[in-house]
């Protein structure tokens, strides 16, 4: 009705499958050729696919031998395997310690996304879900059992380093950036010489000069923990990516944010706590989760220094004699996890970042 | 004599080799309203942020409110509670909400209860006309509307001087108006130190105690309204004063 009360038409796409299809996939040669290269991949992929993971195995089946006969993926391995992979040689009757712990992580760190949460009390419950993952983990008290953190494993373990990994390099991070745009030309040489420094180094490099090369520099008989000093070179390694990225947002915010907040006499901090951080986040979120989906996916390198990360985990099932040749099936069940949780987090700074925009509209 | 409430001897600026403002003595007494004039890279804008430390001097002593501007951070905080601040670009904070721009300082600088902090941030936003936008961000107002908000944000620290950095140079025509309303309607309270530096002559006239013109980092010439408009004794002033009144 409209239309025909302005005369012509503009240039509106015309409703309809059909039309779809031709502005969206056959509109030009180039694209008509893309289409049909597309088309082709995936119909070279997905059958195959579909076959291999639904329509060939034998669900019922449950020894490496039936899974062979019956070809396909061999979910019966994972069926058989998955407990060693979710929490690696942690006491085998034990495992609900980890279990629990990986619960109470995820549960902080949804609660942790929700605004409404985000008061006081979330760091007590954080404090008391720290104290009660560590006291879960180690035992020795309450009548649990003593366990190694040399038996930690999986899924847990990478939790473990990915959480306390963001929680502390985070600031880290935050205050290196503030430290390399410093007035002060100690604070800033330091910062930058540390931040190019880290970033001048790989983090395998980081890791294994944790556990090989510290434990030289220390005096006879003092050692830190080996999760303890992975743990400290992924902070240190994040922190360092984490400065950079924040130092991007703290520039794109005017000059005349930091002269009026200054002119209302607010100090240093404040100016940093209430007008610049809460911009220059907003500004580099999307960067931000990037880089934490990164960290979560670099704790898989700790399997260097022999720390039994998931990963880790995945390749002593595939290592198991009895089942030999399973190692797409393990792959692919710990790309699984890794996907859910790096999504989760991919999904999560989308929403903020939308919404965030919104309200400053 | 009461003391001055800016005191200004001798003070001098640089910018790399280029000097801004070159040996300025100003004294301002409390409840003076002046008016800063003359044109562009003259050292007027540069003037005024000294008071306030937003720029440092090289030489010279400035005092105000009695307490010596040094490097003293204490000393500059001091100085900044009792000095307000509106600029040319509004610098409101796009994160927060008009109310909330105007609670942080009060809140965070002068301890206030949130409570009485709203309070009194509806007050001032009343009083320049905008208190049913209180909950919008300022993003969502008009250049003239935000220009009102900063004013009031300025306001609700009850400073003892404004400074005025040509707050309605950034504005379109029409909203120029509604600007200096709010700013005669503070003149004509007893009580505030107030600078301003506008081009805005008919604001001058009506307000201003006194109007000094700058040239080239110096104080030319300062007098009061009448003379310094009908009778301009330095020749560079005539020609200013013609340029911008015609």
């Known amino acids: ?361 | 004599m009461a003391q001055a409430m800016i005191q200004m001897e001798g003070v001098s600026k640089w910018f790399g080799s280029f000097q801004v403002l070159r040996d300025i003595d100003l004294e301002v007494a409390r409840g003076e309203r002046i008016v800063i004039c003359g044109p562009s890279g003259s050292g007027k804008s540069t003037l005024i942020r000294c008071i306030n430390r937003l720029e440092e001097h090289q030489q010279g002593r400035i005092v105000v409110g009695g307490v010596e501007l040094t490097g003293n951070l204490k000393r500059i905080e001091a100085v900044r509670r009792d000095v307000g601040m509106v600029f040319q670009h509004f610098n409101l904070f796009p994160h927060l909400t008009v109310l909330e721009n105007l609670v942080l300082g009060p809140v965070w600088v002068l301890g206030l209860p949130r409570r009485a902090a709203e309070e009194k941030a509806m007050h001032y936003l009343e009083r320049v006309h905008i208190a049913d936008q209180a909950d919008k961000h300022p993003g969502q107002l008009s250049g003239g509307q935000q220009q009102r908000v900063a004013i009031a944000r300025s306001l609700c620290m009850e400073p003892k001087v404004m400074l005025f950095d040509e707050p309605t140079s950034a504005l379109d025509p029409e909203m120029v108006t509604e600007v200096l309303d709010v700013m005669v309607g503070l003149a004509e309270d007893a009580g505030m130190t107030m600078l301003c530096v506008t081009h805005e002559m008919g604001f001058a006239r009506q307000v201003a105690d006194r109007v000094i013109f700058m040239d080239q980092g110096r104080i030319v010439e300062q007098n009061t309204p009448e003379a310094f408009f009908d009778a301009p004794a330095n020749e560079r002033t005539r020609l200013f004063l013609s340029r911008i009144l015609h």
């Open chain 1, 1 to 361: 009705m409209v239309r025909e009360a302005t005369g012509a038409a503009p240039d509106i796409p015309p409703a309809g499958a059909a039309a779809w299809l031709k502005a969206r996939l056959f509109s030009s040669p180039a694209n008509i050729l893309l289409t049909v290269l597309a088309a082709w991949l995936l119909l070279m992929l997905l059958p195959a696919a579909v076959e291999w993971l639904f329509v060939l195995p034998d669900f019922h089946a449950s020894t490496p031998q039936q899974c062979q006969a019956a070809g396909g993926a061999c979910w019966a391995f994972i069926a058989a395997k998955h407990r060693l992979i979710l929490f690696g040689l942690y006491p085998y009757d034990e495992q609900w310690r980890p279990l629990l712990v990986t619960a109470m992580l995820v549960g902080i760190i949804v609660c942790s996304g929700v605004r409404r949460f985000w008061r006081p009390w979330l760091l007590g419950a954080w404090c008391v879900v720290l104290v009660c993952s560590a006291v879960l983990m180690w035992g020795g008290v309450f009548g649990l059992s003593h366990v190694e953190d040399s038996l930690w494993g999986g899924l847990p373990l990478t939790l473990i380093l990915s959480v306390f990994g963001i929680a502390f390099a985070f600031p880290l991070g935050i205050l290196l950036a503030l430290g390399r745009r410093s007035e002060m030309p100690v604070i800033k040489a330091l910062s930058v010489i540390y931040i190019e420094l880290i970033r001048g180094v790989p983090l395998i490099s980081l890791l294994f000069m944790s556990s090989v090369m510290l434990p030289l520099f220390l005096p006879e008989g003092f050692s830190i923990d080996k999760l303890l000093r992975a743990q400290i070179a992924i902070i240190m390694f994040a922190a360092a990516y984490i400065a950079e990225t924040v130092r991007g947002g703290l520039q794109a915010i005017p000059k005349g944010q930091y002269e009026a907040a200054a002119a209302l006499g607010l100090t240093y901090w404040q100016q940093v706590r209430k007008i610049v951080l809460p911009q220059a986040l907003r500004v580099v979120m999307a960067p931000l989760a990037s880089i934490f989906i990164s960290l979560f996916k670099d704790t898989s390198l700790v399997v260097v220094i022999g720390i039994f990360d998931l990963t880790q985990a995945a390749k002593a099932a595939i290592a198991d004699a009895q089942w030999h040749g399973f190692s797409i099936e393990a792959y692919l069940f710990i790309a699984c996890i890794y996907f859910v949780f790096c999504y989760a987090i991919s999904r999560y700074s989308q929403g903020l970042e939308k919404r965030l925009k919104y309200e400053s509209a």
